[in-house]
C-alpha cells in the first residue's frame, strides 16, 4: 500500500510530527509539554484506529533532526502498527 490509496478508504487514522527528536527535544530545542500524557493518548487512539480496523499513517517532518537519523524516526513509545503507512513531509 502507498500514501495515495489512504485518501480512498473510509477511516484513517492520522499522525503527525510525532518523532523522537520532537517529543524528547533536541540540541536547540525543548521536549514537548506533558510528553507522557501526549504519549498515552496517541496510543490510545491508534489501539481504537486498530480495532476499528483503520488505516494508521504517520507523516514526518523532514526538518527534524535533519530528515535522518533516530531523531527522525517515531518516538519509540508510540505504537507503530506493522501496517502503518509512514511518510514525510518532503
Known sequence: ???KD?????????VIHS?????DGGLDEQG????????????SVIGK?????????FVRDTDVSNGSGSGFQIHQEIRVSSTAVIN???
Open 49 to 57: 484506529a486498530i480495532q476499528e480496523k483503520a488505516y494508521i499513517v
Open 1 to 3: 500500500m502507498n500514501f
Open 6 to 14: 489512504v485518501f480512498i478508504l473510509e477511516q484513517a487514522q492520522l
Open 88 to 90: 514525510c513531509n518532503c
Open 19 to 23: 518523532q523522537q527528536e520532537l517529543m
Open 32 to 43: 514537548v509539554f506533558e510528553k507522557e500524557k501526549i504519549l498515552y493518548n496517541i496510543n
